[in-house]
């Protein structure tokens, strides 16, 4: 992770900070045809009520995801971010289910 490169993407962008208590959820991933691939991500009502702004439908809304290879690597980001940033990030983990659904 380049800190250069994470502190101007911050002072660009305002970013979200959800409201409330911690929150543990879990969702699911969406096939996109188009992209060949399990692309789509959807927020559940809880996310939204963490983040009421991503209800205005003319919101201009963005991510940012950085992938860390190792924990040591994670905890160095978020010391940065800790440092640099207003924000705390999203913890996202993507997991195979065996359970189908219809």
Known sequence: MGEKKTSELNEKRIFL???????????????????????????????????????????????????????QELKRTIDFLEKTSKTVPIILRIAKSDKKED
């Open 17 to 71: 900070s959800p409201i409330r208590e911690t929150l543990k959820t879990e969702g699911k991933l969406f096939y996109s045809e188009g992209d060949q691939a399990w692309t789509n991500l959807r927020f559940k009502k809880e996310i939204i009520r963490k983040f009421p702004s991503l209800k205005d439908k003319d919101g201009n809304f963005i991510y940012q995801m950085e992938l860390c290879d190792s924990f």
